[in-house]
């Protein structure tokens, strides 16, 4: 029996969602090529169509999960619409997946300001720079706005964007998922009907 097996067959047993989403992250870390804190972050709009698109995980705790963007993104204003949010994230490497939905609040300015400065300078320009999901007349406007701040920033710190901060997803189920043979998986949902309530576990058919 491998490695991956013994892992499914054990997390079954876990009763806390987040120590067993940390194990499955720093596993994650050491198999995934590439970004293994990348997840499918879905939103609804006002007219309750579904929107999803891919998202840098930048922190979890007992919480919730965070990720940072434009709040006058796409994105940004459906989640400060709809206060709701799910995410995705797959692990090919290790054939699991996890998927998780709650309730989502700003996190706080000092949060997100020391967030913000651990970016590459290069990104903390592109924030200033880039009028997210909105129409581009040409590459030249975005290169354009690139130079003009960072002229503007040439030297010193640069502060961040009124419009840029993060969001904290607080999630009301987690569900943990690991491939099987012959499609007879391993799928184990915690539950809550409040961010501050008790989780209830749940092992679910496949």
Known sequence: ?????????????????????ATWLREAEA?????PNAVALATVDKDGLPNVRMVLLKGFDSDGFVFY?????????????QK???????????????RLRGLVEVVSDKEADDYFRTRARG?????????QSRP?????????????????Y?????PRPPYWSGFRIR??????????????????EFRRDMPEGAWEKVRMYP
């Not at 198999?31 to 970004?35: K, Y």
């Not at 963007?69 to 989640?79: H, L, P, R, V, Y």
């Not at 999630?171 to 184990?188: A, C, G, N, T, Y």
Request: with cysteine; net charge negative; glycine share 4%.
């Open 84 to 98: 709701k949010a799910a995410m995705c994230f797959h692990w090919k490497s290790l054939r699991r997946q996890v």
């Open 1 to 21: 029996m491998s490695e991956n097996e013994l892992t499914s067959g054990d997390f079954t047993e876990q009763n806390e969602p987040f120590k067993l989403f």
């Open 154 to 158: 040439a030297i010193g710190d640069i």
């Open 136 to 152: 581009l007349e040409g590459r030249f406007a975005l290169e354009k706005a690139v130079a003009e701040y960072t002229a503007r």
């Open 171 to 188: 999630p009301l189920s987690i569900e943990f998922w690991h491939d099987r043979q012959f499609r007879l998986h391993d799928r184990v």
């Open 123 to 131: 990104s903390r320009i592109g924030a200033w720079a880039s009028k």
């Open 69 to 81: 963007t434009n709040f006058e993104s796409q994105k940004g204003q459906e989640i400060l619409s």
């Open 31 to 35: 198999t995934e090529p590439n970004d």
